[in-house]
């Protein structure tokens, strides 16, 4: 966690009382989870109390044969994972991770990595969701509390909102089955090649792949890809098919499982969100020749762009980001090896809205001043 104080850690009697105790006081403050992550995106607010929900971290109702879950937003995500796991289901995210990190402090970053190809996002797995005003009034949204709601739609207004509208106190998540069989390949050729791959994948074959995206290292593209199924026949099944359609411009290779899962980010690593039109996705491949690891997922052209420290620099990234802005894309700094001058994010066309829902939510600007997305943070600083 990085050098922030004061640090609270209420429990849940206290919670409440004490977001009441800084609204009065109209003292700026930090909503955290595990506070794995603060480090992340634009520098905090060095006068920011930083409340970290660590001890709500409780699993509330599993309702295994409803295939929904409903949790505390302390809970870490690996514990959540592994209890569902006991039941044979999981939770389809893969998001990045600079250590252990809340339920409730990824649904905030609302970065989903790869596996939304067949899952969809974060977003799209919430249907229910508790959270705090900064005065301390509790509301609830989304499952089985409110119907037919109008208004708001909360969940998804606070899934990528960086905690700069309300503190997320509780979900409710969609579960899946935990898949009995998975297979795990690499796909080489030429560009023009797996790009034909990728539009037939998408528009026109039966397959449903778990994951399908770009990778990108040096001047070398390819395509990863899993396929998933309830056994081996069925998985066998989908790898022929497979083979049809690459026919002998495309290599298929078999690899480690290990090799797909998510790796944690280190401390002296440059880490970026960024996305453009999926059509644009080659063009942005075919700039690329510096030290950049680029993942970006097939159909939605968003992804990851990772470097060491030593072989990036900042220049590097806002070329990057230039890049991404040409193609009608965009690029955000979520982590940086050194201080960085470049900002985080840039505004977005519908600022004004945005800023209108940081006002209404949270009137006297307490909730991470200066990290507001859609927002320029040297804009934000100023509301």
């Given at each position: 966690m ?10 849940p009697k206290?919670?409440?009382d ?11 403050w ?11 995106g ?10 970290s929900?660590?001890r709500?971290?409780r699993?509330?109702e599993h309702a295994v044969?409803?295939f ?6 302390g809970l870490p995500?690996?514990t959540l ?8 289901q ?9 250590g ?6 990824v649904?905030?970053r609302?970065?989903?990595g ?5 899952y969809?996002?974060?977003?799209d ?7 705090l ?15 037919n709601?109008?208004?708001?739609d909360?969940?998804r ?5 960086w905690?700069s509208l309300?503190?997320?106190t509780?979900?409710t ?6 898949p ?8 080489s ?6 790009q034909q ?6 528009l026109?074959?039966p ?8 990778c990108?290292?040096?001047?070398q593209?390819?395509?990863l ?7 081996g026949?069925a998985v066998?099944?989908?790898q022929?098919?497979?083979?049809d359609l ?8 078999l690899i480690?499982?290990a090799?797909?899962q998510?790796t ?6 440059w ?6 039109q ?9 700039q690329?020749?510096?030290p ?20 990036a ?7 990057l980001r230039?890049q ?8 955000t700094v ?14 977005a066309?519908?600022?004004p809205?945005i ?6 939510f949270?009137p006297?600007?307490?909730?991470n001043?200066?990290?507001l ?5 040297r ?5």
């Amino acid at each position: 966690m990085p050098d922030l104080a004061p640090l609270l850690t209420p429990d849940p009697k206290e919670l409440v009382d004490l977001v009441r105790a800084l609204h009065a006081d109209a003292a700026p403050w930090c909503p955290s989870g595990l506070g794995q992550h603060l480090h992340w995106g634009p520098p905090l607010s060095a006068k920011s109390t930083v409340l970290s929900l660590r001890r709500h971290n409780r699993v509330l109702e599993h309702a295994v044969g409803d295939f929904t879950v409903q949790v505390e937003a302390g809970l870490p995500l690996h514990t959540l994972q592994q209890a569902l796991a006991e039941q044979g289901q999981w939770l389809p995210i893969d998001p990045p991770l600079a250590g252990d990190s809340s339920i409730g402090g990824v649904v905030a970053r609302g970065l989903s990595g790869a596996l939304r190809h067949r899952y969809m996002g974060l977003r799209d797995q919430l249907i229910g969701i508790g959270l705090l005003r900064s005065d301390g009034t509790r509301a609830q949204a989304g499952g089985r509390v409110v119907k037919n709601v109008a208004g708001y739609d909360l969940m998804r207004l606070l899934c990528g909102s960086w905690g700069s509208l309300a503190l997320i106190t509780s979900l409710t998540l969609r579960t899946q089955p935990l898949p009995r069989q998975r297979l795990q390949l690499q796909l080489s050729g030429s560009r023009t090649a797996l790009q034909q791959l990728r539009q037939e994948l998408l528009l026109r074959s039966p397959l449903a792949p778990e994951r399908l995206c770009w990778c990108h290292q040096g001047q070398q593209s390819r395509l990863l890809l899993s396929l998933v199924g309830l056994n081996g026949a069925a998985v066998a099944a989908q790898q022929a098919q497979l083979n049809d359609l690459c026919g002998s411009a495309i290599e298929v290779e078999l690899i480690e499982p290990a090799q797909l899962q998510p790796t944690a980010v280190a401390a002296d690593q440059w880490l970026l969100r960024l996305a453009v039109q999926p059509a644009q996705v080659v063009n942005l491949l075919e700039q690329q020749h510096g030290p950049w690891q680029l993942q970006l997922t097939a159909a939605s052209g968003l992804g990851l762009a990772r470097a060491s420290g030593g072989d990036a620099m900042e220049h590097q990234v806002s070329l990057l980001r230039q890049q991404c802005d040409a193609l009608g894309g965009f690029l955000t700094v979520l982590q940086s090896p050194q201080p960085c001058h470049l900002p985080a994010w840039g505004d977005a066309p519908h600022r004004p809205l945005i800023e209108a829902l940081k006002r209404r939510f949270d009137p006297l600007q307490q909730l991470n001043r200066g990290r507001l997305p859609g927002v320029e943070p040297r804009q934000a600083l100023s509301l």
